[in-house]
């Protein structure tokens, strides 16, 4: 089955500076989702990226999509100590594959104030 | 706005013994997935439906079983309960199959089961 692997597993950075997370997957896909996970909490969705798609943009968040290198990049500007967090990619496989999105490893944000 | 309510949000069980999850999916969401979350570890899907019936099938053990009832609201039985069931079970709703579009999930608080 079709995995997001994100990277790095974690990133610490200081308040004020970007967050670039990376996502890599490895079937085709008719989207791409990022989520947002505080500590023991539920999955928020965040943005959806389409398979047509480039870049999107959301408040303080990029997302980037390169079907042809199966990777996705989530940008977080300005970062805020709230944003701590993790973070996952999620994907659904085109050609009506599981109804479930498959999520990937994460990465765990820290905001240092 | 209502949320993706499920219950309980702990439970602690002996080994051997059988948990029953509960979820109720925000209004008008006619489909209901259900997830697994180990210690550090991403989610893993276990099971759908749509429209009261199974959608599509995860990573669920044979141990577990899981409905959506008339009112949409969903069940997850585990029985036979194992050290390794010790997770965060998390349920997401969608208006319709995820399969035939581009849907968000909304998900629940989860429900957190300790096994003993």
């Known amino acids: ?113 | 706005a209502a949320g993706v309510i499920q219950s309980p949000r702990h439970l602690i069980k002996e080994k051997r013994e059988t948990a029953t999850l509960k979820c109720y999916p925000i209004p008008r969401h006619d489909t209901v997935y259900w997830y697994q979350q180990g210690p550090g570890q991403d989610p893993q899907f276990l099971i759908s439906f749509y429209e009261k019936m199974q959608s599509d099938k995860g990573s669920i053990p044979d141990r577990f079983s899981a409905q959506q009832f008339s009112d949409y609201h969903s069940e997850l039985n585990m029985s036979s309960l194992e050290l390794g069931d010790s997770a965060l079970y998390f349920c997401a709703s969608s208006a319709g199959a995820a399969r035939l579009g581009a849907n968000v999930l909304t998900f629940g608080a989860g429900s957190r089961l300790t096994v003993l």
């Open chain 1, 1 to 113: 089955s079709q995995q997001g692997e994100e990277d790095p597993q974690a990133l610490s950075i200081q308040e004020g500076e970007n967050a670039t997370m990376n996502c890599s997957y490895k079937t085709s896909i008719n989207n791409l989702q990022w989520y947002r996970q505080n500590s023991g909490r539920g999955l928020v969705h965040l943005i959806l990226i389409r398979s047509n798609e480039r870049e999107k943009h959301s408040g303080r968040l990029r997302v980037t999509l390169d079907t042809s290198k199966k990777s996705s990049s989530l940008l977080i500007t300005a970062s805020r100590a709230a944003d701590t967090a993790s973070y996952f990619c999620a994907t659904y496989n085109s050609g009506g594959g599981a109804d479930g999105l498959t999520f990937g490893k994460g990465t765990h944000l820290i905001i240092q104030p």
